[in-house]
């Protein structure tokens, strides 16, 4: 069992920077591959960025590939998603998600856990 809890969402203006933070808990988390996904109202959940559970392996969603970053820290129990030059459709909530396995995936269904979410909006 792996429990999630996002942090770090909140306002910004078009052009700033934000990073989130996934805290993880239970003794599987080490052998986890693990996500971030976006939601936006009115819209599905979609992929944003993964990565392995060594943290070797990264993919990234065209939308945001050069402008966001995803890593790791095993020996904290954290996954980060660094979000550069955020632009209005960047607006949504955000949502740290784990897997049974250490290879990363893009869908949501491949995802065994997840966070409660955490808003970002940016702002033009």
């Known amino acids: 069992q792996v429990q999630l809890a996002e942090s770090g969402g909140g306002l910004v203006q078009a052009g700033d920077s934000l990073s989130l933070s996934c805290a993880a808990s239970?003794?599987?988390?080490?052998?986890?591959?693990m996500g971030w996904f976006r939601q936006a109202p009115g819209k599905e959940r979609e992929f944003v960025a993964a990565i392995s559970w060594s943290g070797g392996s990264t993919v990234y969603a065209d939308s945001v590939k050069g402008q966001f970053t995803i890593s790791r820290d095993n020996a904290k129990k954290r996954v980060y998603l660094q979000m550069n030059s955020l632009k209005p459709e960047d607006t949504a909530v955000y949502y740290c998600?784990?897997?049974?396995?250490?290879?990363?995936?893009?869908?949501?269904?491949?995802?065994?856990?997840w966070g409660q979410g955490t808003q970002v909006t940016v702002s033009s």
């Open positions: 239970g003794p599987t988390f080490g052998r986890s591959a």
């Open positions: 998600a784990a897997r049974k396995s250490t290879f990363a995936t893009t869908t949501v269904t491949g995802y065994d856990y």
